[in-house]
């Protein structure tokens, strides 16, 4: 089973930088996705980046690309996803999920099975 758990989100200030971590355990790294989604309040869910087990394939939504890097330390199990010059806007739920099988581009939340509980990132002076 799959189990998921993010970490590293906080308090930060427009143009800020943070990095968020997800752990995982429970299932075959060597075939496993991981992304990374956001929801704000009152809002969707919102795809934000992608990364394949070798790290070598890695994707990110338009409103992040140039600011957002993911990464991956598969000897540690870990995910990351590092934000820099974070905006107002974008104060969310950051959770990191598995697919339970085929997935596209742009990320779709039904594509995805397992999840983390999420970390609250929040910008603001």
């Known amino acids: 089973q799959v189990q998921l758990v993010e970490s590293g989100g906080g308090l930060v200030q427009p143009g800020g930088s943070l990095r968020l971590s997800c752990s995982s355990s429970?299932?075959?790294?060597?075939?496993?996705?991981v992304a990374w989604f956001r929801q704000a309040p009152g809002k969707e869910r919102e795809g934000v980046s992608v990364?394949?087990?070798?790290?070598?394939?890695?994707r990110y939504a338009d409103s992040v690309g140039g600011r957002f890097t993911i990464s991956r330390d598969n000897a540690k199990n870990e995910i990351y996803l590092k934000m820099n010059s974070l905006k107002p806007s974008e104060p969310a739920v950051y959770y990191c999920?598995?697919?339970?099988?085929?997935?596209?581009?742009?990320?779709?939340?039904?594509?995805?099975?397992?999840w983390g509980q999420g970390t609250q990132v929040t910008v603001s002076t």
């Open positions: 429970g299932f075959r790294s060597a075939v496993s996705v």
């Open positions: 990364i394949n087990y070798s790290g070598g394939s890695r």
């Open positions: 999920a598995t697919p339970a099988d085929t997935w596209t581009w742009p990320l779709s939340p039904s594509h995805f099975s397992a």
